[in-house]
């Protein structure tokens, strides 16, 4: 049986150049490293779908090497790779994964990385140092990635470093629709939302705006040549016998949170909680977070958190259904920005 032809499209009137006009469909693909293969599990089912077969190696050396089971050519990819320890061989993979992508001729590559890696150096602080967060993005480009998806980068600024389409994703509809849900009605009376340090005021404001509640703002000043080394000056704001909502955008040591809330505590807080969306919890954060200062500790799960890091007090949120939403949108040529009132 013959082939049929494809249509010749010579509509020169409308200004339209001849050429061939074929029926394709898009066909969405997730992918997945081995960072955190739940996370892209579950985003992969709120969208219906399964997660491309794909084969993983460490050799004896260490080096890695990717392979995808099956034909991607034409496919609009969604590689979901987060970055929790070892944060650079999950930076290598991603890369490779990357590479594997472009040479198998995917129509189009996302990253989507719920915590961006090395986001924390995103400027010089001092002489002669790395713009880290600058170089990751250039890797990604280099290696083949057209679009980059995250969850609340640590400064909005690195999505310039990215010579190509950034989807910043927010945490908040999330933590505050179980804040919403689950503050008591003598919490939602006494509430204060508070900022860890003066980086943090703007995205607390903007809870501030959505509970409808005061703002207090912590002044804390780092020593620049020690890392995660913190002293809590003073409090900017009544929190005397209030209950402080301390958020921020990820908890990693645990430093600025214990010391934070352990102020509040002094200052006379009635009750500490901290709402934060990347979960790194390096040691020794699990113990700081279970000081006498912290009454409830919420998170979501763009980091894998292993279930020794995990305690009593904590309560860990998905961020699945959100990064399918985004994922959905960015296929069907929709708004992200309308996700979050305009705000993306």
Not at 39 to 58: D, F, I, N, S
Not at 242 to 255: A, E, F, P, S
Request: aromatic share 6%; proline share 5%; charged share 25%.
């Amino acid at each position: 049986m013959a082939r049929k032809k494809n249509r010749v499209d010579l509509d020169r009137d409308n200004g339209i150049a001849p050429g061939l006009v074929a029926k394709t469909k898009k066909r969405l693909v997730v992918a997945s490293g081995r960072s955190h293969p739940e996370l892209a599990k579950q985003v992969a089912e709120h969208l219906g779908t399964e997660l491309a077969p794909t084969e993983h190696r460490t050799f004896a050396s260490g080096e890695i090497y990717t392979r995808f089971e099956v034909s991607i050519r034409g496919c609009d990819v969604f590689v979901v790779q987060s970055f929790g320890p070892p944060v650079n061989e999950w930076l290598m993979e991603l890369l490779i994964m990357l590479d594997a992508l472009k040479r198998a001729s995917a129509k189009r590559i996302t990253v989507v990385a719920p915590y961006f890696p090395y986001s924390r150096q995103d400027k010089k602080g001092r002489g002669r140092e790395p713009i880290s967060a600058r170089l990751v993005a250039d890797l990604l480009k280099t290696a083949g990635a057209d679009r980059i998806m995250s969850v609340d980068l640590h400064a909005a600024q690195i999505q310039g470093f990215f010579d190509g389409p950034v989807d910043h994703l927010f945490a908040k509809p999330v933590l505050l629709e179980h804040f919403e849900q689950g503050l008591t009605g003598e919490d939602r009376e006494t509430l204060t939302v508070v900022s860890p340090d003066m980086g943090r005021v703007r995205v607390a404001d903007t809870w501030s705006d959505s509970l409808g509640a005061p703002l207090a703002i912590i002044h804390k000043r780092r020593d620049p040549k020690v890392a995660n080394q913190v002293s809590v000056h003073e409090i900017v704001g009544d929190v005397k016998g209030r209950t402080c909502l301390l958020v921020d955008d990820m908890i990693d040591t645990g430093g600025t949170i214990q010391k934070a809330a352990q102020a509040l505590k002094a200052s006379g807080a009635r009750k500490v909680i901290v709402a934060a969306t990347h979960a790194i919890f390096s040691d020794p954060a699990t113990e700081r977070l279970q000081d006498a200062a912290i009454d409830e500790v919420v998170v979501t799960d763009t980091v894998p958190l292993s279930a020794e890091r995990r305690f009593d007090r904590l309560t860990v949120l998905p961020i699945a259904p959100l990064l399918a939403r985004a994922i959905h949108e960015v296929f069907e040529d929709g708004s992200v920005t309308s996700m979050f009132g305009g705000d993306a």
